[in-house]
């Protein structure tokens, strides 16, 4: 036995020695070695290939913001004073109300005009309790909603912007009617009081503050749009991919910059009313922007089906299409958002309204009206325009959701 071990040790050692053996052993440690240098090679130009893909991605970025700021200064400065001079010189009555020479900068002469009357800031109070009364109701109607996996955030994110748009234009109004009750023209000729300027200066950045809540709206309708992409196009894409996403990060710079030119006095006119006009036109890009996405997307589902929903008492949405077909339901989205050409029309006349104020301002001067009557006037047509869109965007965003099943 002790011999048959002893034989057995030898042979294997012997076999651990051979030239063949040893051949073998070092040609499969170099095919192991080699495998993992080439494992090593893929790692670290997957790794090289990654660092210029992260670069480009952040000099887009930059650019992108490059852009975005641009945009932005243009927009509020150089284009807020032609666009003034525009809407007066050739498209009304050539007043002159916007021009240089008519701005004070917080500095005014005895050419300044500024009504006290009850017809101003009365109406200017009750649009403060008609809008802050609609976005109280926004938001109590974003609170009814369940929180299920069937909301979307087309109804969260429309709501929050909406309430921060309505709150802006109270709070434009507010103080505004604090000022027009508190301020005479021959206060302001004296020397602007601080207090004027600060509310006056509030007055009219939470006017083009409205501006980026309405850019958030947008963006929160084109995400909703996209991700309820109706059934029935196959795999055609969604032309409203071709409009950019803008972001809240971009829409809220853009308000900062327009408040920067405010408090600078570049709005500041001999009529402080005109003031409110300049800054409304910083609202004009996101307004039609928005307008942009309804468009767009009316156009790409013309010809689609979609499912009707109604609601019962509580407002809990009853959807009837496909009742039966529960593999469809199951397999696909279905959309309750049905964007009709009329709510498309309202949407454009109440979000549109507000532009021609800007002709309409100096084009009701010069008919000798009295400022009382002008202001009047023109709050009529803000507290239809601002209804009208916290009207419309409630029937067409807030009262639906998009349904979807696991």
């Excluded at 207090?195 to 503050?209: E, H, N, P, Q, V």
């Excluded at 307004?287 to 996405?293: D, P, Q, V």
Aim: charged letters at 15%.
């Amino acid at each position: 036995m002790a011999r048959t071990k002893t034989r057995t040790l030898l042979d294997s050692i012997g076999d651990m020695v051979s030239p063949k053996n040893l051949l073998r052993k070092r040609r499969s440690e170099r095919k192991a070695s080699g495998s993992v240098e080439r494992k090593n090679l893929c790692s670290a130009g997957e790794e090289s290939l990654s660092v210029p893909a992260q670069s480009s991605t952040n000099l887009n970025l930059v650019l992108r913001w490059f852009i975005w700021i641009s945009l932005s200064i243009f927009i509020s400065g150089s284009f807020t004073n032609w666009w003034g001079f525009v809407s007066d010189h050739i498209f009304g009555p050539g007043f002159g109300v916007y021009d240089t020479e008519n701005k004070a900068y917080w500095r005014y002469t005895d050419d300044t005009r500024f009504d006290n009357t009850i017809w101003t800031w009365g109406t200017d109070y009750l649009l403060t309790i008609a809008t802050w009364t609609s976005a109280w109701r926004v938001f109590s109607l974003w609170r009814a909603f369940p929180t299920s996996k069937s909301e979307t955030a087309l109804v969260a994110e429309t709501a929050i912007p909406l309430c921060w748009m309505l709150i802006f234009n109270g709070l434009a109004t507010l103080t505004g009617a604090i000022c027009h009750q508190s301020y005479t023209p021959a206060d302001l000729v004296a020397g602007p009081p601080v207090g004027f300027r600060i509310l006056w200066t509030a007055c009219c950045a939470s006017a083009a503050a409205a501006g980026p809540a309405m850019g958030l709206i947008a963006d929160a309708v084109r995400t909703g749009l996209l991700a309820a992409a109706p059934s029935g196009r196959g795999e055609a894409p969604h032309r409203l991919e071709a409009i950019p996403q803008i972001g809240s990060q971009m829409w809220l710079a853009y308000g900062a910059i327009t408040t920067m030119f405010i408090i600078r006095g570049d709005y500041s006119c001999l009529r402080p009313a005109a003031d409110i006009f300049i800054a409304g036109i910083t609202v004009a890009p996101p307004t039609f922007y928005l307008l942009a996405i309804l468009a767009v997307h009316k156009a790409d589902t013309c010809g689609t089906n979609l499912p009707k929903t109604d609601f019962n008492s509580t407002g809990q949405q009853m959807d009837h299409s496909h009742a039966d077909d529960a593999q469809t339901l199951s397999t696909r989205k279905q959309t309750s958002l049905d964007i009709s050409f009329v709510n498309c029309a309202l949407a454009v006349l109440f979000y549109g309204a507000p532009s021609p104020s800007v002709t309409w301002y100096p084009t009701l001067l010069s008919f000798g009206l009295p400022l009382s009557t002008i202001n009047f006037r023109l709050h009529l047509m803000l507290g239809f325009a601002w209804i009208g869109q916290w009207w419309i965007t409630e029937r067409i965003f807030l009262r639906t959701q998009t349904l979807t099943t696991a």
